[in-house]
């Protein structure tokens, strides 16, 4: 199975898929209930990819009431970038920053999931994991 880390929910989200045959061009989509859509390749390593995902579960492991904020990349030119704000003590919302071609020449696209259930993003987190490996 192709890897694929899908965050939001049914009418809002945002993914992150492993290219097929394996190369550094991953695939970044999104959807806003319809009315803003992305796709677009990014380039980014599988390394990177694998650290993005653990940061991200070890985080919403010991949330708290902390925001925070994941980046796919270290480079200034991330292509995906994650703000998050914890809504309760089971969910959480992120504000998704979007940068087309990864570099600093293009518009940024910008949205907000709606809330998200920790403990199904979480489950999701460790099943991409597992499709990493």
């Known amino acids: 199975m192709t890897p694929r880390?899908?965050?939001?929910?049914?009418?809002?989200?945002?993914?992150l898929t492993a290219p097929e045959p394996p190369s550094?061009?991953?695939?970044?989509?999104?959807?806003?209930g319809g009315e803003f859509t992305a796709d677009f390749g990014a380039y980014v390593e599988a390394d990177e990819v694998a650290a993005f995902a653990d940061g991200l579960l070890a985080r919403t492991r010991t949330a708290?009431?902390?925001a925070f904020r994941a980046e796919v990349s270290e480079g200034?030119?991330?292509?995906?970038q994650l703000s998050a704000v914890l809504v309760d003590d089971d969910a959480i919302a992120f504000m998704v920053r979007l940068t087309p071609l990864g570099h600093d020449q293009t518009n940024h696209l910008d949205m907000e999931t709606w809330p998200v259930p920790?403990?199904?993003?979480?489950?999701?987190?460790?099943?991409?994991?597992?499709?990493?490996a």
């Open 24 to 32: 550094d061009e991953w695939r970044v989509t999104a959807d806003w």
């Open 5 to 15: 880390l899908r965050i939001g929910g049914d009418e809002v989200w945002v993914a």
């Open 118 to 132: 920790l403990d199904g993003l979480r489950a999701e987190l460790e099943q991409f994991r597992r499709d990493l």
């Open 64 to 66: 708290g009431s902390e």
């Open 76 to 80: 200034r030119g991330n292509p995906l």
